[in-house]
């Protein structure tokens, strides 16, 4: 089974940083994704963690904790433009489909 | 193409009507995945294609639900005797394996409202 845990909101100010948490439980696990979604819009890759440690990418960074099932998306510098969804998603061995976390809806106040 | 397209965008279904929603995956990507994504929610897995080989089809909610892809491209995911709780965003992603580091490359989405 899959159980895949991120917080179902969050606000934080323009210009702050924020961190999105999101824990998991699997089987077999092959890699964890981080997607954003704007309101009526698809799923866009922001990043993926396969081993442990800090991917930074502009102002994204994600964390990975395999021993922990646990890892973060730390938004920089916020901008009205981040508020969207942010999806977690978790890779199975052997190419499985990704499974979704329900997704944590971030809100950019000025 | 250069993306991911699904249509029709909006589809607007009576309860009991049957409905197909289409999904031109990126040229040449060979895994195909169908999610349905319920209001506040995160996408919900339906069904995987790897070619015309529908390898995984746990996802479906019932028998009412059927995903084709005949030719190894375009898809096909087709509802019978829509209800109520068929209502929700249907989401198509095309990747190439290996996947790797790439992840998958979504679609907009139908939105689909059964009344």
């Known amino acids: 089974g899959q159980n895949i845990d991120q917080p179902t909101e969050m606000t934080a100010t323009e210009g702050a940083i924020v961190q999105i948490n999101c824990t998991y439980q699997t089987s077999g696990f092959n890699g964890l994704f981080w997607y954003q979604q704007h309101a009526g819009e698809a799923p866009t890759f922001l990043s993926y963690?396969?081993?442990?440690g800090l991917e930074e990418k502009g102002r994204f960074s994600s964390f990975l904790s395999r021993s922990k099932g646990y890892s973060y998306l730390l938004l920089k510098e916020l901008q009205m433009k981040d508020s969207a969804s942010y999806l977690c998603a978790v890779r199975n061995t052997g190419n499985t489909p990704l499974v979704f976390g329900k997704g944590t809806r971030l809100s950019v106040i000025a | 193409g250069a993306g991911v397209s699904q249509s029709p965008r909006y589809k607007v279904a009576k309860r009991g009507q049957d409905v197909a929603l289409r999904c031109d995956p990126i040229?040449?990507?060979?895994?195909l995945f169908w999610y349905q994504q319920a209001l506040g929610q995160g996408p919900e897995f339906l069904t995987y294609f790897q070619n015309e080989a529908q390898l995984d089809k746990s996802g479906l909610p019932s028998d009412r639900f059927f995903a084709e892809r005949p030719e190894g491209s375009v898809s096909t995911l087709k509802i019978q005797r829509t209800q109520q709780e068929d209502s929700a965003v249907y989401l198509c992603?095309?990747?190439?394996?290996?996947?790797?580091?790439?992840?998958?490359?979504f679609g907009s989405g139908t939105r689909l409202t059964v009344v």
């Open positions: 963690n396969v081993l442990d």
């Open positions: 992603a095309s990747s190439q394996p290996p996947q790797g580091a790439a992840g998958y490359t």
């Open positions: 040229s040449g990507h060979v895994s």
